[in-house]
């Protein structure tokens, strides 16, 4: 027990939880920026999955297949160390130099680095891949006479699919697609291996520097439990909403 | 494309430095990945049939631990076992042993509510039928419940076993000389084509793990067959 008491002993310094804070910011951030766009791509790749033409379909297919059955982090090694030895010379030093535009006194946007950008990159596209197959699962939700409804108004197919069938599609799949983000924010702890600030990267850089290693890995598994659970309370309030949305109709 | 820096250190990523040294590289992989997929089997098949059987305070509880090891990233988890095991065992556990542990421990958690479900899916009658021929109810979770239960959670066995796969490459983190590793390590010492080197790593893992995708589909399409 003595030994358990001394891992308890002291808590953590305040410098070094404004480390991990600062790391629990990096994954916020990443998580809501891969989110975002993992939607985005999720849906045209849904769309290009549904489609009736063959060289739609295939590319999608092949796009599930590769990056759903190859491990993340060799995806970011992959995109990390391998594209950027692809890429002109120039471009690099480019994506590598700090660059920033002042808006006014107080705004100034700064280019992400050149590891963010790539985590950004590679985890969007992972999270693409299992984004779009739950779109796709809220799209067969919709019922067919949807679609028909859809033409019979005059929608072409596409127009079809994007003011009738993917809003219902969204909010089908919305409870599995919450899960999806929960899995993002799990996810960004893989970019510390491209050296990325976030707060599995803190973490360990507190328990190297302090050697308490049960405060650092504690505060930091408290902060993602946060996280997922905040996300578990936002999903629980967006379905009441519609719930409650749905009732006003009827 | 230059293919002569995969020759040149083609055993190296396939199996490590063995005989000489340790096992590792795609071989060390393909270990982890067996044993912790028959480890979180194991652990999803009983926490499964526990948070069926369970009522009250024993199902809560529960359920919150397997939400906790939902929650937290492997990376977090492979950590704590990293750090934690030595101290509880009060022995040098080896890194391959604690990240067999966390993947086990995560997988188990996301298997026992597939197991769960699919113990739920069996209809009420099975269970009265089973009960009404004077069979006890652990009886009849064995020989009547399991069995169709089982058939049906085959799929989501397999898919966990393929994230098994990817999340083996986490080991890397700690230092085990798996397949992710051993790339690393190559990279970092031949400092030129990294495109061709992770690409090629990234093909070991894509037919291992496409080709356990396909061995279900077959093995569910044989069920599928010899049922209806």
Same mark, same amino acid.
Request: proline share 4%; net charge positive.
């Given at each position: 027990?003595?030994?358990?008491?001394?891992?308890?002993?002291?808590?953590?310094? %305040?410098?070094?939880?404004?480390?991990?804070?600062?790391?629990?910011?990096?994954?916020?951030?990443?998580?809501?920026?891969?989110?975002?766009?993992?939607?985005? =791509?999720?849906?045209?790749?849904?769309?290009?999955?549904?489609?009736?033409?063959?060289?739609?379909?295939?590319?999608?297919?092949?796009?599930?297949?590769?990056?759903?059955?190859? %491990?993340?982090?060799?995806?970011?090694?992959?995109?990390?160390?391998?594209?950027?030895?692809?890429?002109?010379?120039?471009?690099?030093?480019?994506?590598?130099?700090?660059?920033?535009?002042? =808006?006014? %006194?107080?705004?100034?946007?700064?280019?992400?680095?050149?590891?963010?950008?790539?985590?950004?990159?590679?985890?969007?596209?992972?999270?693409?891949?299992?984004?779009?197959?739950?779109?796709?699962?809220?799209?067969?939700?919709?019922?067919?006479?949807? !679609?028909?409804?859809?033409?019979?108004?005059? =929608?072409?197919?596409?127009?079809?699919?994007?003011?009738?069938?993917? %809003?219902?599609?969204?909010?089908?799949? =919305?409870?599995?697609?919450?899960?999806?983000?929960?899995?993002?924010?799990?996810?960004?702890?893989?970019?510390?291996?491209?050296?990325?600030?976030?707060?599995?990267?803190?973490?360990?850089?507190?328990?190297?520097?302090?050697?308490?290693?049960?405060?650092?890995?504690?505060?930091?598994?408290?902060?993602?439990?946060?996280?997922?659970?905040?996300?578990?309370?936002?999903?629980?309030?967006?379905?009441? !909403?519609? !719930?409650?949305?749905?009732?006003?109709?009827? | 494309?230059?293919?002569?820096?995969?020759?040149?250190?083609? #055993?190296?990523?396939?199996?490590?430095?063995?005989?000489?040294?340790?096992?590792?590289?795609?071989?060390?992989?393909?270990?982890?990945?067996?044993?912790?997929?028959?480890?979180?089997?194991?652990?999803?098949?009983?926490?499964?049939?526990?948070?069926?059987?369970?009522?009250?305070? #024993?199902?809560?509880?529960?359920?919150?631990?397997?939400?906790?090891?939902?929650?937290?990233?492997?990376?977090?988890?492979?950590?704590?076992?990293?750090?934690?095991?030595?101290?509880?065992?009060?022995?040098?556990?080896?890194?391959?042993?604690?990240?067999?542990?966390?993947?086990?421990?995560?997988?188990?958690?996301?298997?026992?509510?597939?197991?769960?479900?699919?113990?739920?899916?069996?209809?009420?009658?099975?269970?009265?039928?089973?009960?009404?021929?004077?069979?006890?109810?652990?009886?009849?979770?064995?020989?009547?419940?399991?069995?169709?239960?089982?058939?049906?959670?085959?799929?989501?066995?397999?898919?966990?076993?393929?994230?098994?796969?990817?999340?083996?490459?986490?080991?890397?983190?700690?230092?085990?000389?798996?397949?992710?590793?051993?790339?690393?390590?190559?990279?970092?010492?031949?400092?030129?084509?990294?495109?061709?080197?992770?690409?090629?790593?990234?093909?070991?893992?894509?037919?291992?793990?496409?080709?356990?995708?396909?061995?279900?589909?077959?093995?569910?399409?044989?069920?599928?067959?010899?049922?209806?």
């Amino acid at each position: 027990m003595t030994e358990f008491q001394t891992i308890l002993g002291q808590m953590l310094a %305040p410098k070094y939880l404004g480390w991990l804070l600062d790391g629990l910011w990096m994954t916020l951030l990443l998580s809501a920026v891969v989110a975002v766009f993992s939607t985005l =791509l999720g849906i045209v790749i849904a769309a290009a999955r549904s489609s009736r033409q063959p060289w739609l379909v295939l590319p999608a297919r092949g796009f599930l297949s590769i990056f759903r059955n190859t %491990p993340l982090l060799v995806q970011l090694f992959f995109w990390y160390f391998g594209v950027s030895g692809l890429l002109p010379e120039s471009s690099v030093e480019w994506l590598n130099t700090v660059h920033s535009v002042v =808006l006014g %006194p107080y705004l100034k946007l700064t280019w992400p680095s050149f590891e963010l950008l790539c985590a950004i990159f590679g985890l969007s596209l992972y999270s693409a891949a299992y984004v779009s197959e739950e779109i796709r699962a809220g799209m067969r939700g919709v019922a067919e006479a949807q !679609r028909l409804a859809a033409a019979a108004l005059g =929608l072409n197919r596409w127009q079809g699919l994007r003011y009738v069938i993917l %809003p219902q599609a969204v909010r089908i799949a =919305l409870p599995p697609l919450l899960g999806q983000y929960m899995n993002i924010v799990k996810n960004t702890s893989l970019t510390m291996a491209i050296g990325l600030a976030e707060l599995s990267y803190t973490s360990r850089q507190v328990e190297a520097q302090t050697f308490k290693t049960f405060q650092a890995f504690g505060v930091a598994t408290l902060f993602y439990i946060a996280a997922i659970a905040l996300i578990e309370t936002l999903g629980q309030l967006i379905q009441r !909403r519609q !719930r409650l949305a749905g009732a006003a109709q009827r | 494309m230059q293919l002569s820096v995969l020759t040149d250190n083609l #055993p190296y990523l396939l199996w490590g430095a063995y005989p000489d040294g340790p096992l590792g590289g795609a071989a060390l992989t393909v270990l982890l990945s067996v044993g912790s997929a028959l480890a979180s089997a194991l652990l999803g098949l009983v926490l499964g049939i526990a948070l069926s059987l369970a009522r009250g305070w #024993p199902q809560l509880l529960l359920t919150m631990v397997l939400g906790f090891f939902r929650a937290i990233p492997v990376l977090m988890l492979i950590f704590w076992t990293y750090f934690l095991l030595p101290i509880v065992f009060h022995i040098d556990v080896p890194g391959v042993l604690s990240v067999m542990c966390a993947l086990a421990l995560i997988g188990g958690a996301y298997l026992a509510h597939s197991v769960h479900a699919g113990i739920s899916g069996i209809k009420a009658g099975q269970w009265d039928a089973g009960l009404s021929l004077g069979m006890p109810r652990v009886a009849v979770l064995r020989h009547i419940v399991l069995p169709q239960a089982l058939q049906m959670m085959l799929p989501s066995f397999v898919n966990q076993w393929v994230t098994l796969i990817k999340d083996s490459s986490l080991a890397y983190i700690v230092g085990v000389g798996e397949l992710s590793f051993v790339a690393a390590q190559v990279n970092s010492r031949v400092m030129i084509y990294p495109a061709e080197i992770f690409m090629f790593i990234g093909l070991i893992y894509f037919v291992l793990c496409s080709g356990l995708g396909l061995f279900a589909d077959r093995v569910a399409a044989y069920f599928q067959a010899s049922t209806t």
